[in-house]
């Protein structure tokens, strides 16, 4: 077996395993919770299908929400 087929056969069995999946989903529910505080100070809601995308896209959530922060708390916006 060579280094790629030993690499992905690693990574598969590393994405599959149960106590990584609900740690990730465990991650995006606190991540999802904390967003969702500051959306409802804004006076705005989220629906049930904006909240399972916040929940399994979480790092590309904190990314957005990070560099909207950012932006808005140094720039011109």
Same mark, same amino acid.
């Given at each position: !077996? @060579? %280094? ?10 590393? #994405?599959?395993? #149960?106590?990584? #999946?609900?740690?990730?989903? %465990? +991650? *995006? +529910? #606190? +991540?999802? /919770? ?6 409802? $100070?804004?006076? !705005? @809601? ?10 399994? *896209?979480?790092? %590309?959530?904190? +990314?957005?929400?990070?560099?909207? /922060?950012? $932006? *808005?708390?140094?720039? @011109?916006?």
């Amino acid at each position: !077996m @060579d %280094l790629l087929e030993t690499l992905t056969q690693t990574f598969i069995e590393d #994405i599959t395993n #149960i106590k990584n #999946i609900c740690a990730y989903l %465990l +991650v *995006g +529910v #606190i +991540v999802t /919770f904390l967003l969702e505080i500051s959306i409802r $100070k804004n006076n !705005m @809601d989220l629906t049930h299908a904006e909240r399972f995308w916040m929940i399994t *896209g979480w790092p %590309l959530m904190s +990314v957005i929400f990070i560099y909207h /922060f950012f $932006k *808005g708390l140094f720039g @011109d916006d």
